[in-house]
């Protein structure tokens, strides 16, 4: 059984939209390690008669957003074990962050890319809680919504017998997009509207170009 096998087996086996939480959860809960949860849920939202994807969408965004609840968590207990000299490192970039930190984490929970990364350093930095839940839960419904919707127009559009290369299609437009997005140096991106704002960061862009904002430094 592969891991997508098993994934829906478990929300077949807890039943219903309960299914989709439990998957959602487990779809989050382990730090970097891609867990392709959005699966099920596409496919819950196109076979499931009766399913609604707006509410498929919610529950995942949800499920999802209090797995990453518990990343956050591990990564601020991991702090303990910095050295003095990091954490005022930590503490000079959670203030040149500011605002955009919650920007930031609801960019990367709704788009597929390695938001592990800045929930982990949110969490080291001790991010506010209530901040980062609200943005990661709200990313996460974005993309989980999309998903849902997706799933559902893709069965109505070229029937169920062209499905599974309609799905096929679909995930490779993902890993496209999230290969895309892992060679951005999100450092960087984040550093500057930390430093000069969003109203910044496109000016730097305009002047140096996007390629150097978004690749540069590395």
């Known amino acids: 059984m592969n891991l997508i096998d098993l994934l829906l087996a478990v929300a077949e086996g807890v039943g219903g939209y309960a299914g989709i939480f439990v998957v959602s959860i487990l779809g989050n809960l382990i730090p970097f390690i891609p867990i392709p949860y959005l699966v099920a849920v ?12 707006l509410l498929v969408g919610l529950v995942s965004g949800l499920g999802g957003g209090i797995g990453k609840l518990v990343v956050f968590y591990l990564s601020r207990e991991a702090s303990r074990l910095l050295s003095p000299e990091k954490r005022r490192e930590m503490e000079r970039l959670s203030k040149m962050l500011g605002n955009y930190g919650a920007a930031a984490v609801f960019i990367f929970a709704a788009t597929p890319s390695p938001d592990d990364v800045v929930i982990a350093l949110l969490g080291v930095m001790k991010y506010d809680v209530k901040k980062f839940f609200v943005s990661v839960t709200a990313g996460k419904i974005l993309i989980s919504v999309v998903t849902a919707y997706t799933g559902r ?49 496109l000016e730097e862009a305009k002047e140096k170009g996007w390629r150097e904002v978004l690749y540069g430094g590395k």
């Open 42 to 53: 596409y496919l819950y939202a196109a076979y499931m008669p009766g399913s609604d994807p």
């Open 153 to 201: 127009v893709v069965v109505d559009l070229v029937g169920r017998e062209h499905f599974w290369e309609s799905l096929a299609a679909s995930i490779a437009l993902f890993v496209i997009a999230m290969v895309f997005l892992t060679t951005i140096n999100w450092s960087n991106v984040l550093a500057i509207m930390g430093e000069k704002g969003l109203r910044g960061l």
